[in-house]
């Protein structure tokens, strides 16, 4: 079974900013394109950010301009840098890796406080 590990989510007050990361194997990384989702209470899973393999990035509109999504392919690590947050990005992030068959990391808790 392979892993695929996210760490970075916490607490932090409106307007700050935290940096989620994803790991996984090379044999997992290389299949294209991966993505961050997340859920909120009460709420569908929404895709917030992905990235294809060529690189290229799309955003949530309610995210533009605030995350930026990233990976690293030496270290077969994809990264969500969130800035500006609001309380409604208040959240279980879970990143994915393979769009739209992949493979889900355990999901981290993101809560923004107001």
């Known amino acids: 079974q392979e892993k695929v590990v996210e760490s970075g989510g916490g607490l932090v007050e409106a307007g700050g900013s935290l940096r989620l990361s994803c790991t996984t194997s090379?044999?997992?990384?290389?299949?294209?394109?991966m993505g961050w989702y997340r859920q909120a209470p009460g709420k569908l899973r929404e895709l917030v950010a992905s990235?294809?393999?060529?690189?290229?990035?799309n955003y949530l509109d309610s995210v533009k301009g605030r995350f930026t999504i990233s990976k690293d392919n030496a270290n077969y690590t994809m990264y969500l840098l969130m800035n500006s947050l609001r309380p409604e990005d208040t959240a279980v992030y879970s990143c994915?890796?393979?769009?739209?068959?992949?493979?889900w990391g355990q999901g981290t808790q993101v809560t923004v406080s107001s």
């Open positions: 994915k890796m393979g769009i739209p068959i992949g493979y």
């Open positions: 090379g044999a997992i990384f290389v299949i294209g394109t």
């Open positions: 990235i294809t393999s060529g690189g290229t990035t």
